[in-house]
């Protein structure tokens, strides 16, 4: 069954705003619809716009309007949904492709230098934790000035990627939702990520000097 969900992000004095139209699949496989930690990531995105332009962008998994978009490689039913959101909101020239992490497959190959990797809710399995790591610490590689800014949920308190970042060459910094405002109810206009405890992260190369958008 085919759903939509809308956000929508405005500027504090309601000059500028953006809708996000998203379509949805209800659908066993978890790439084929928004998590709570989305819409933090799109509000972080809206309010820290400035940061975005000119700068090669890329979202591992999709829910911006913004970045060109992947999803893991053996799942084209995401990737539909992933170019489909494309298409609703109008966006043509953001190219949608499989690339699975900790796969060195030829599609991330063929990926340019990034500034900005966007992911929501990627660490959401901790068998994938590792692979997720790798495959950013092969683009942050390319480009050491890149950074991931990356939402997720809590879902356990003992659940850590300390370990796996000193391992790949990588820090994480949690940039505060009170900084951009994420800490409210309504985030984009949805009572989507209410009830969750949602986490901001900044995962840079360990040598990158730390000037986190606030
Ligand atoms: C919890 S969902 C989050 C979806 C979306 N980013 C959001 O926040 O609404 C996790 C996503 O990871 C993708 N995924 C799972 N395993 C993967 C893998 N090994 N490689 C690449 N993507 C994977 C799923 O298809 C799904 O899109």
């Known amino acids: ?8 992000f405005q500027d504090e004095c309601e000059n500028d705003g953006i809708n996000v139209r998203i379509p949805e699949i209800v659908d ?4 084929m619809f928004t998590w709570p930690a989305a819409p933090v990531l799109a509000h972080f995105i809206w309010k820290n716009k400035e940061h975005f332009k000119g700068k090669q962008v890329i979202e591992v998994e999709y829910y911006s309007k913004s970045a060109s978009k992947f999803d893991k490689e053996e799942y084209p039913q995401c990737l539909e949904n992933c ?5 609703v909101n109008g966006q043509k020239s953001i190219k949608v492709m499989g690339i699975t992490w ?3 497959t030829p599609n991330l190959f063929k990926l340019p230098k990034v500034d900005i990797i966007l992911g929501s809710d990627c660490f959401y399995d901790t068998k994938d934790f590792d692979d997720i790591l790798a495959t950013v610490s092969f683009l942050i590689e390319k480009n050491t000035e890149a950074k991931f800014w990356t939402t997720y949920q809590e879902r356990s308190s003992s659940r850590s990627i300390e370990n796996l970042l000193k391992k790949w060459g990588l820090r994480g910094v949690e940039i505060p939702l009170e900084h951009f405002n994420a800490d409210e109810v309504n985030i984009g206009g949805s009572h ?3 009830s969750h405890t949602i986490h901001m ?3 840079t190369t360990q040598q990158a000097v730390q000037d986190a958008p606030k």
């Open 201 to 203: 992260l900044e995962i």
């Open 192 to 194: 989507l990520s209410d």
């Open 102 to 104: 900790g796969q060195f």
């Open 28 to 31: 066993p496989q978890y790439g």
């Open 1 to 8: 069954m085919q759903v939509e969900k809308e956000f929508f």
């Open 83 to 87: 170019q489909r959101s494309c298409d």
